[in-house]
C-alpha cells in the first residue's frame, strides 16, 4: 500500500512565500515523475510544475520564475517553494508521483490536497 501525505499550506500575503511539501510511504520500488498541480475556486485542475526521476523541470507560464519544484529521491518526497504569490494563486495544491510498487505494479498517485489562500 502506497500512500502521499502533504504538509504545509496557510495564508500568506500577497508577494509572501510558501512552501508545500508531500511524502509518499509504503512499499515502493521506485518513482518516476512528479508533480504539483492546482485548482482554483470554481476552475478545472491545472498543471503547476513537474520534475521527472533525473530532476528535469517542467513549469506552467503563469508560474515561472516564482515557483520550484524540486525532489528528494531518498525520503520520497516532493517539494513546491512559491515566491511572490499572486492574487491568482489561492487554489487546492496537489502533488502527484507515479509510483512503482515492490509488487511491480505502476499507478499514479495523489494527494489530498492543501489549500493556499493569498490575502492581506
Known amino acids: 500500500q502506497v500512500q502521499r501525505v502533504e504538509s504545509g499550506g496557510v495564508l500568506v500575503q500577497p508577494g509572501g512565500s510558501l512552501r508545500v511539501s508531500c511524502t509518499a510511504s509504503g512499499r515502493i520500488f521506485s518513482i518516476g515523475d512528479m508533480g504539483w498541480y492546482r485548482q482554483p475556486p470554481g476552475k478545472e485542475r491545472e498543471l503547476v510544475a513537474t520534475?521527472?526521476?533525473?530532476?528535469?523541470?517542467n513549469y506552467a507560464d503563469s508560474v515561472k520564475g516564482r515557483f520550484t519544484i524540486s525532489r528528494d529521491n531518498a525520503k520520497n518526497t516532493v517539494s513546491l517553494q512559491m515566491n511572490s504569490l499572486e492574487p491568482e494563486d489561492p487554489a487546492a495544491y496537489y502533488c502527484?508521483?507515479?509510483?512503482?510498487?515492490?509488487?511491480?505494479?505502476?499507478?499514479?498517485?495523489w494527494g489530498r490536497g492543501t489549500l493556499v489562500t493569498v490575502s492581506s
Open positions: 502527484t508521483s507515479r509510483i512503482t510498487s515492490v509488487l511491480m505494479r505502476t499507478a499514479d498517485y
Open positions: 520534475i521527472t526521476s533525473s530532476g528535469r523541470t
